[in-house]
């Protein structure tokens, strides 16, 4: 399984982004999708995750301003980002729980991060 992260970039503070992730490979279902981010000298940390059934789960510091979405039927998940500020700076990365196969084990993917950055 491979995923694809696209949309990050440099932006101004209250600026916006549309962060998108894609999942191929062999994927039968997928249980959960999200978005974690990681800035300089910190842990790697939760920022949305969507279930199927579209129940959603945002981090404190981002309800409000991010939505996270997903489109099943292309294995995307996408993350709508407003009203930024610099502390939202971080590598942006996307995850799924998936299964290969009907009643198969769950498996956890990563995508390869895509660079947010919030300056003037």
């Known amino acids: 399984v491979q995923l694809q992260a696209s949309g990050g970039g440099l932006v101004q503070p209250g600026g916006s982004l549309r962060l998108s992730c894609a999942a191929s490979g062999s994927i039968f279902g997928i249980n959960r999708m999200g978005w974690y981010r990681q800035a300089p000298g910190k842990q790697r940390e939760l920022v949305a995750t969507?279930?199927?059934?579209?129940?959603?789960n945002y981090a404190d510091s981002v309800k409000g301003r991010f939505t996270i979405s997903r489109d099943n039927a292309k294995n995307t998940v996408t993350l709508q980002i407003n009203s930024l500020n610099p502390e939202d700076t971080a590598v942006y990365y996307c995850n799924i729980l998936c299964t290969a196969q009907a009643g198969g084990p769950t498996f956890n993917y990563w995508g390869q991060g895509t660079q947010v950055t919030v300056s003037s």
């Open positions: 969507i279930i199927s059934g579209d129940s959603t």
